[in-house]
């Protein structure tokens, strides 16, 4: 079962952490939910650099062994135990784990800064482990947070070839694997923790007490699982294909020159991936729609970021949710990760006396610099309608590799859209005078004909009759589009992008 090692990013992630010691740092603190395989890393890292090891944990307190002397005990008390730490006599790596929760009492927060200042004329080191990164203001220049990186598809494959030879020993069940068949595998593993891919594989055995190919799609089916949980993004799956999007010439042939820039061939042939699309415009001319379209299209994973959720304080702080949805849509790479209605996530940059604006600008600030420094084939589509709340760094070349204006449609590409929708509900479009339909919808989105054919059906439906185009020419003189009760709005946002951004649909 070899496989080729790929460049492990833990291995950089031990180095950072042994630069770190070296060069004295005081704090860290280690963002990881595996704490299991962070603590072999941390002894080695003890021994490699002659120091103690000391842990401390709310259930046993501090404990160690000194290498001159006798073992080290200390209390469970947070305060008390960072008192104690400052007494230790030689060189450490005392490590604290879960100490996130005591990190909102002041004399903890105090008593901290204090170590970290004495610790920085000392050899020892102190690290703070949790899943939860949720750093107090006044600690905020004293500590490093380091990422502990998720399993890569080597530390995968070792945990996979321990498993499988526990089944063949025990002959519980069938190993149906070859070394061109366990690659698929691992990499349906990535971006699961060690502990969630060995439950995942002991599930995909458990099923059917074999372990062979398939079983790609029920670890999928687990990271998937995984995903919903962190309540961040959604995984999603459609029908949509660039055929289902009416008109938007231009970006449709950007997209299909870019259609195979993620394989191997793309790398060898010398081509950076393709980093993604800020797609700007008006109301229901197709953004979100395209966004689905071009991960059906290239075959890709779709990952939808919820910016109301990195906001809204439900589930950790919305820094480390954006880093997190950040790092899992990398682990699913090669993908497409979504972010729709960036500007909801925007709104209070800038805002000067919302108490949030802090935060918004930095968790967008975040967001930039990943956009920018990603080397992941994470490729994002990120859509908004409103340009008030945009900062100028989102516009500055490259954070997206493009930024294109969605106007509404254009009359060939409305009669596109008239053909796209009335297929979808079951009509053939050639029954139907699209010229007329198109010229009757002047000024309608994408949206808008679509709810005028719903609306058309409706009322046929309620007739008993089939659809004519007598109902649809209802339906249309029947509504308001969105573009005349909003005339000015969008003749500000055309005027803004006319000089800003290139043009969806051909000429
Ligand atoms: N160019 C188009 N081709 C085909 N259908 C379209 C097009 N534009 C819009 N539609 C129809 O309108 C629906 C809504 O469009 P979509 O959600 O993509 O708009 P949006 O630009 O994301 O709007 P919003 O700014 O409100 O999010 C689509 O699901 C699709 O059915
Ligand atoms: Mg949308």
């Known amino acids: 079962m070899a496989e080729k090692p790929s460049p492990s990013p833990l291995a950089g992630f031990v180095a950072e952490l042994d630069l ?5 740092y005081p704090l860290l603190y280690l963002s990881t939910w595996e704490e299991q395989r962070l603590d072999e890393i941390l002894a080695r890292l003890a021994e490699s650099h002659g120091k103690d090891l000391v842990t401390w944990s709310i259930t046993r307190g501090l404990r160690g062994h000194a290498a001159h002397g006798g073992p080290i005990e200390g209390p469970k008390d947070p305060a008390q135990a960072l008192t104690a730490v400052a007494a230790l006599v030689n060189p450490s790596l005392v ?50 947070v380091l990422d502990v ?77 995984v995903i919903r949980k962190s309540g961040l993004l959604e995984f999603c ?54 966004a689905k379209a071009i991960a059906a299209a290239w075959q890709l994973p779709l990952l939808r970021l919820d910016m109301g959720r990195i906001f809204s304080g439900l589930v950790g702080s919305s820094e480390e949710n954006m880093r997190r949805a950040t ?31 802090g935060v918004s600008a930095r968790v967008f600030g ?29 516009l500055r070349k490259g954070r997206f590799d493009e930024i294109f204006f969605i106007d509404l449609p254009s009359d060939s590409e409305r009669r596109q859209i008239f053909a796209i929708q009335l297929a979808r509900y079951k009509r053939e479009p050639q029954r139907f005078d699209l010229a007329t339909l198109s010229k009757l919808a002047a000024d309608f989105s994408g949206a808008e004909i679509e709810q005028a054919i719903v609306a058309a059906l409706f009322s046929a439906y309620a007739d008993g009759v089939d659809l004519a185009e ?38």
């Open 20 to 24: 770190h010691v070296r060069a004295r």
């Open 95 to 144: 490590v604290f784990k879960d100490f996130h929760p005591y990190l909102g009492d002041p004399t903890v927060v105090r008593a901290l800064r204090e170590l970290s200042q004495q610790l920085k004329s000392g050899y020892t080191t102190l690290i703070l482990v949790s899943p939860v990164v949720n750093i107090p203001t006044e600690l905020e220049k004293d500590v490093v």
């Open 149 to 225: 990186p998720l399993p890569s598809t080597h530390d995968l494959g070792v945990l996979l070839r321990d498993i499988v030879r526990v089944v063949r020993e025990g002959k519980r069940a069938t190993v149906e694997l070859t070394s061109d068949t366990v690659e698929p595998l691992l990499k349906a593993a990535l971006g699961l923790t060690l502990c969630e891919a060995e439950n995942a594989f002991a599930k995909a055995i458990a099923q059917d007490q074999k372990l062979a190919p398939d079983d790609v799609s029920v670890i999928l089916d687990e990271k998937r699982q």
């Open 237 to 290: 799956s459609g029908d949509e294909s660039l055929a289902t999007v009416g008109g938007l010439e231009n970006l449709k042939t950007w997209l299909r020159r870019r259609a195979n820039a993620f394989g191997d061939k793309a790398r060898a042939f010398g081509l950076p991936a393709p980093k993604g699309l800020l797609l700007l415009g008006v109301q229901g001319c197709g953004k979100s729609l395209t």
């Open 327 to 357: 790092r899992v849509a990398e682990s699913v790479a090669p993908a497409v990760l979504w972010v729709d209605e960036l500007e909801k996530g925007l709104a209070g940059i800038g805002g000067s006396a919302d108490s949030d604006a």
């Open 366 to 394: 975040s967001f930039l610099t990943w956009l920018q420094e990603k080397t992941a084939p994470v490729f994002v589509v990120a859509t908004a309608n409103k340009i008030d709340s945009l900062p100028p760094e989102l």
């Open 470 to 507: 007598s109902h649809l020419r209802e339906a249309l003189g029947e509504t308001l589009p969105l573009a005349v009760t909003m005339k000015e709005d969008i003749d500000r946002l055309r005027e803004w992008a006319r000089t800003r951004t290139r043009a969806a649909s051909g000429e």
